[in-house]
């Protein structure tokens, strides 16, 4: 298993401005992903972290609006830039330790008000 | 493609059995099932490969049907601590490297005394 940590893990914050969310896992994993959780909703894939290479992004995500940083094995982040009232949600960042039929562990998420 | 889970929400007492179905529009890689207490972060149960095996631990065990691309989640002899909001994720086989999960909408139960 993985023990992930995030940081902050809540914040609320201004119309306009961004917020960086930082993700750092107690091992070495081989992939790391990053979803958005509106309060009562599923799990929305936002992009793969890739290491030493820019992120996937899934469709309706772009890098100007969430730029991915994966420097390392063990850790990752997510700007949430221009924030607006509909970017309000919970982020999570999740490992796992394979490519294929993985399982895959959540940190504590990142709750997010934009006002 | 996101997958369809059924029922949106159960309500049990304690002891009774529920079933949560998830099925897909596509060929499936593997079915896997979270479940998220409420201010928490999701926490993997089991998945399952095609093949149509069943899995299981304790009193939750699950079934995967490739070919109706339909997995189930079974809950025996429920407890308190089985309510929360299952998720199933469907993991499709993709040509680049790596794959990802795409999860369903949930389905909230609750176990009642």
């Known amino acids: 298993s993985a023990v992930i940590s995030q940081k902050p893990s809540r914040d609320i914050c201004q119309r306009g401005t961004s917020l960086t969310i930082q993700c750092q896992v107690d091992?070495?994993?081989?992939?790391m992903f990053w979803y958005r959780q509106q309060p009562g909703q599923s799990l929305t894939l936002i992009a793969t972290?890739?290491?030493?290479?820019?992120?996937?992004?899934e469709s309706g995500f772009v890098i100007d609006k969430f730029p991915i940083s994966r420097p390392n094995l063990t850790f990752s982040t997510l700007t949430v830039s221009n924030m607006s009232p509909e970017d309000s949600s919970i982020y999570l960042c999740?490992?796992?330790?394979?490519?294929?039929?993985?399982?895959?562990?959540f940190g504590p998420g990142t709750r997010l008000t934009v006002t | 493609q996101q997958p369809v889970q059924s029922p949106q929400a159960v309500i049990l007492r304690e002891g009774e059995d529920a079933v949560i179905n998830c099925s897909s529009s596509?060929?499936?890689?593997?079915v896997h099932w979270y479940r998220q207490k409420h201010g928490e972060a999701p926490v993997f149960l089991m998945i399952l490969l095609k093949g149509g095996e069943q899995k299981g631990h304790e009193k939750i065990s699950a079934s995967f049907n490739e070919k109706k691309q339909q997995s189930s989640l079974y809950l025996t002899a429920s407890q308190l601590s089985y309510s929360g909001t299952y998720f199933c994720g469907t993991e499709i086989p993709q040509e680049t490297s790596g794959s990802r999960l795409t999860f369903g909408e949930g389905t909230q139960l609750t176990v009642n005394p």
């Open positions: 091992s070495q994993v081989t992939m």
């Open positions: 972290a890739n290491q030493g290479s820019e992120a996937t992004y």
């Open positions: 596509k060929a499936l890689y593997s």
């Open positions: 999740s490992v796992t330790l394979w490519t294929h039929a993985y399982e895959q562990y």
